[in-house]
């Protein structure tokens, strides 16, 4: 199993996908048909490489459990994925024994997290249903983390859950989507904030590009909810992450990749590594040199 260097830098949030293999059916519509073909770890690795990028986190896309152990099998190929997180249904029984399988299989030392996409469910409280929190329960007694993805609306319920679970580390990915195109923070703001008061919280610097105008943003946009995201968490509880091929609606990965060092440009240089790869190293317990 490859090893990360601590101090290098880490894109903590990226996806692949074969239509071939799958479809994503997330992916609907005119504006995300760029989305609708292959994007491969051999597309992903130069662009990486050339971004400075050392390591990374491939993080699920679709509800469907064949996925797992196929990223965790990509993720043992691989020169650049450090981690994986996947998913698997946590409203089922004997989530601790699926999670003991995927780790036993080829790549299950990469499995480094879990998650689901939330922010398709109905129940603004899905995370502190009952079942919900019984597998979530699993999760953090595996050793794992728990990926939030989710809307503004379901902050609060994210938060409930982090409390409910001290022992569970959770990361919200791209900062619970602020409302950065129409350039308004609250209630996303204060909702951030009452998260990050749980110490078992991280948060990505991830998915900010196409929360903005994809055609017209600029750093400048990006700036304010990065602001209140370091005020929030602070630079060890905060990590870059590409949300690649996604980010490419708004972006390419240089850029992107880029915005996320200026963005903490005015950070002491311990600070920049923290937030550029040593939170996510910390976060996902990622195997270093």
Known sequence: MS????????????????????DQDWITGPELAPLRRDFTL????????AAGVGASVLVQTVTVAE???????????SDLVAGVV?????????????????????????????????QGEPDPDWLVRPDVLRGLAAVADAGLAYDLLVLPEQLPAAARAAELLPGLTFVLDHLGKPPIAAGEQEPWATRLRELALRPNT?????????????????TADLRPYVGTALDAFGPDRLMAGSDWPVCTLAADYGRVMDTARDLVSALGQDEQRAVLGGTAVRAYRLPTA
Do not use: C, M, N
């Open 3 to 22: 090893t990360v260097d601590p101090s290098g830098v880490v894109d903590a949030h990226h996806h692949v996908w074969d239509l071939s293999v799958r």
């Open 67 to 77: 996925e797992t152990p196929e990223f965790l099998a990509l993720a043992a190929g």
């Open 42 to 49: 051999d597309e992903l690795e130069p662009r990486a490489r």
């Open 202 to 218: 991280f948060a990505k610097l991830s998915g900010l590009v196409t929360e903005a105008d994809w055609h017209r943003w600029s």
């Open 86 to 118: 996947g998913w698997t249904d946590l409203t089922a029984d004997g989530v601790a024994d699926t999670l003991a399988a995927l780790r036993e299989g080829p790549g299950g030392a990469y499995l480094v997290g879990i998650r689901h996409q939330v």
